[in-house]
């Protein structure tokens, strides 16, 4: 059974940092990718970030490419998302999302999800 489980948020001031972990248990040595996702109130879940665990794939949101970065610990079963120069508008619940096969990831049709970090940026 796959159990996702996002770890890192928290408060921090405008122009911070802050980097978020997610551990797969149970992942399945064929699982293709993670990806990370958040949610601010009153708005609609957003995509970030992904990165494949045995191929060379990395893509970005148009809204965090440059300040975000995802990597990945396939021995360890982690993906991080380091955060870096933080604004207010990145204040959401941060989750992780685990997908199996490249055909659902094209679709974006994740088959796991974290229960979600709140990271909050404000002075």
């Known amino acids: 059974q796959v159990q996702l489980v996002e770890s890192g948020g928290g408060l921090v001031h405008p122009g911070g940092s802050l980097r978020l972990s997610c551990v797969a248990a149970?992942?399945?040595?064929?699982?293709?990718?993670m990806a990370w996702f958040r949610q601010a109130p009153e708005k609609e879940r957003e995509f970030l970030a992904t990165?494949?665990?045995?191929?060379?794939?990395?893509q970005y949101s148009d809204s965090v490419r440059g300040r975000f970065s995802i990597s990945k610990d396939n021995a360890k079963n982690t993906v991080y998302l380091e955060m870096s120069d933080l604004k207010a508008e990145d204040t959401a619940v941060y989750y992780c999302?685990?997908?199996?096969?490249?055909?659902?990831?094209?679709?974006?049709?994740?088959?796991?999800w974290g229960q979600g970090t709140q990271v909050t940026v404000s002075s």
């Open positions: 149970g992942r399945s040595s064929y699982s293709f990718a």
């Open positions: 999302a685990m997908v199996d096969t490249y055909a659902n990831w094209l679709g974006q049709e994740y088959d796991y």
């Open positions: 990165i494949a665990w045995n191929i060379d794939i990395e």
